[in-house]
């Protein structure tokens, strides 16, 4: 196990609503990162986030958004949901730009 | 633009055989390459990880082996065991430089060893 743990386990939504997802890090890791991961596919970068501000951003929509707390513990937001949104939301903790190491993720479901 | 190209898509190999996933890349710049192992409903899992200044990586039953000028690399699952069927995926990053560093992945492998 790699100590970083994300809540809920499973999440069902409807089109249009919005969602939080939430993360917590390894301990002495300052550094988290967000993936998406839809079904067959391999994780896609959505953004990462060190001490507390968004440090780097993949090619997701602006109603993708997070935020990380002063312990390092940080939460995805994604407003407006679509069908397409339907996926496996990984976070990743690290020091910087260390090794990253995963969550076991949030399998969001939007009907 | 897949950065990143992993193959085979599905692999089925016998228990105590070589199993063997491939990775191609496009960036030059990307400078560390790790290989991920993930089960049904986890997260992905660091397995072996190298950098381009060696040509081969050994840890346990698991070796990476890079070819810089091809711009390709390989994992290589010595003694496969049924217990390592689990879907494999291959990633690249850039240089960091004191910036952030974010991950590229291949689209998975789904290694099946039958007993």
């Known amino acids: 196990e790699t100590g970083v743990t994300q809540s809920p386990t499973h999440l069902i939504k409807t089109r249009g609503q919005q969602v939080t997802l939430r993360c917590s890090s390894q301990s002495g890791h300052n550094t988290v990162s967000w993936y998406q991961q839809a079904l067959g596919q391999g994780p896609q970068f959505i953004f990462q986030?060190?001490?507390?501000?968004?440090?780097g951003r993949g090619n997701f929509p602006p109603r993708f958004s997070g935020l990380q707390f002063p312990n390092y513990s940080s939460e995805l937001n994604v407003n407006a949901l679509e069908l397409d949104d339907s996926a496996l939301y990984l976070c990743?903790?690290?020091?910087?730009?260390?090794?990253?190491?995963f969550g076991p993720g949030t399998r969001l479901t939007v009907l | 633009q897949q950065q990143v190209k992993q193959s085979p898509q599905s692999l089925i190999v016998q228990k105590g055989g070589i199993s063997i996933i491939n990775c191609a890349y496009e960036n030059t710049a990307f400078d560390y390459f790790p290989w991920y192992q993930q089960f049904p409903g986890k997260g992905p899992a660091l397995l072996i990880a190298i950098r381009p200044d060696v040509s081969e990586k050994k840890e346990g039953r698991f070796t990476i082996s890079f070819n810089k000028s091809a711009k390709q690399f390989s994992l290589h699952i010595m003694d496969s065991q049924p217990g390592d069927s689990a879907t494999y995926f291959c990633?690249?990053?850039?240089?960091?430089?004191?910036?952030?560093?974010?991950?590229?992945f291949g689209k998975g492998t789904m290694l099946l060893v039958s007993p």
């Open positions: 986030y060190y001490r507390e501000e968004e440090n």
């Open positions: 990743a903790s690290s020091r910087r730009s260390d090794t990253q190491y």
């Open positions: 990633a690249a990053s850039l240089p960091s430089g004191g910036r952030y560093s974010t991950l590229t």
